[in-house]
């Protein structure tokens, strides 16, 4: 799927991220004392939050979400870039719903695996996906999320991205859609229990 034709940056967005930046700024002090040695993290968590009040980190696989913020908190700081979360870790119930909704949506299964994955299929029900927001901020995070493990992963979803820590110099292959079949492996992840590889890292199999 081609890419989606890049749109120059909306008036309201520039005011969106200056505002959010003055905040930052303000809370920094307070953030200093609060939490000397990750001030910077907390008062960007503190400014994103005014800019995105309902988006939820909770569930996430701990790496994931540390490489997130991680990644949110340098473009914020470096390059005044705004990224929120519009969707982590998601319940099976809720993957499950959302899949079985596409599928009357669709008429088919396969024709919903374009958009939508079963939860036993699922990277958000692992807790290793991110879906960000704005498009401004995805694509920075498309540009550095190397850096921190974070990797967009689908051609036809800006919006999507996984993280899949040890690739190395082999980052793991772009797909057209969440429905192509993936060579899979299992092993132990952070979170102590089982999961599917369902990427690879260059031409290796990725074990997470």
Not at 101 to 113: C, L, T, Y
Request: glycine share 6%.
């Amino acid at each position: 799927m081609s890419e989606p034709r890049v749109t120059p940056l909306r008036a309201r967005d520039r005011v969106y991220a200056a505002t959010a930046l003055l905040i930052g700024v303000l809370v920094l002090p307070v953030a200093f004392v609060r939490r000397p040695g990750r001030a910077l993290e907390l008062a960007c968590s503190w400014a994103l939050r005014m800019r995105f009040p309902a988006e939820d980190l909770s569930g996430l696989d701990e790496r994931a979400r540390a490489a997130f913020v991680a990644a949110r908190t340098d473009a914020f700081w470096r390059h005044g870039q705004l990224i929120g979360l519009t969707s982590g870790f998601r319940d099976p119930a809720v993957q499950r719903r959302m899949f079985d909704e596409q599928v009357r949506r669709s008429g088919s299964p396969a024709a919903a695996r374009l958009l939508v994955l079963p939860p036993e299929e699922s990277s958000h029900v692992q807790g290793i996906a991110l879906d960000v927001r704005p498009r401004e901020g995805a694509r920075w995070l498309e540009e550095h999320g190397a850096r921190y493990d974070l990797y967009r992963t689908y051609d036809n979803e800006w919006w999507h991205f996984e993280h899949w820590p040890n690739c190395g110099s082999l980052p793991p292959r772009r797909l057209p859609h969440p429905g192509v079949e993936r060579e899979t492996v299992r092993m132990p992840t952070a979170r102590g229990h089982r999961t599917t590889a369902r990427l690879r890292c260059g031409t290796t199999a990725l074990l997470r």
